[in-house]
């Protein structure tokens, strides 16, 4: 297809197998970027229980997730308080700060962080982690930087993918013998 990006599947999962600590974006990657409005603000938005199971599947294997969003939505606590994580940014408008911050007050390096995001705020942030991820109906020049772009959309199990292909990456790393992919 013109315009496809072509991914080099051994450096991607050597990539993966370092991961430590999955930071994503909300709008757009856990959610489809759309949002319910009411007469007094959001209303809603819309969440994909495989992505929560791949949170609860990253922490099993020791990996910890964190949000990093630019929105300030009482519905993204909620979730973060239903899926146990912790590490919450809201209402930020610069993200490589936020990642400084991480980085400084943790036993993280970049090269075991992964970012998931969708949209020209993330650009700058998914340069500076080991593995930079996009939905598959992430905004072009997103896709374009990115070092794995999902099969599936935001909102839909891009979350998930990605969780499993950290997961397998470091089974095929350990020397489980495993497929890589997801088949959700």
């Keep these: 297809m013109a315009g496809e990006m072509t991914i080099n599947v051994s450096d991607v999962n050597k990539r993966a197998a370092k991961i430590r600590l999955v930071l994503t974006d909300v709008d757009g990657v856990l959610t489809d970027g759309g949002v319910y409005y009411g007469k007094d603000g ?16 990253l922490r099993a294997i020791d990996v910890q997730v ?3 969003t630019g929105e300030q939505s009482e519905s993204v606590v909620r979730r973060a308080e239903k899926l146990h994580i912790e590490m919450v940014h809201l209402y930020c408008k610069d993200k490589p700060a936020v990642l400084q911050e991480i980085l400084a007050q943790n036993s993280f ?12 705020n993330d650009i700058e942030i998914m340069k500076l982690v080991g593995l930079a991820a996009s939905p598959a109906d992430g905004f ?4 374009k930087i ?35 992919g997801f088949h959700g």
Aim: proline share 1%.
């Design 146 to 180: 990115a070092h794995y772009v999902c099969s599936r959309p935001g909102g839909h199990g891009a979350f998930r993918e990605l969780a499993e292909l950290i997961i397998e990456a470091k089974k095929e790393k350990d020397g489980e013998t495993t497929t890589i």
């Design 140 to 143: 072009a020049d997103v896709r």
């Design 66 to 68: 964190g949000i990093i």
């Design 42 to 57: 959001e209303v809603m938005k819309r969440f994909s229980i495989r992505d929560g199971m791949g949170v609860e599947r």
């Design 109 to 120: 390096t970049a090269d075991e962080i992964a970012y998931i995001g969708d949209d020209v």
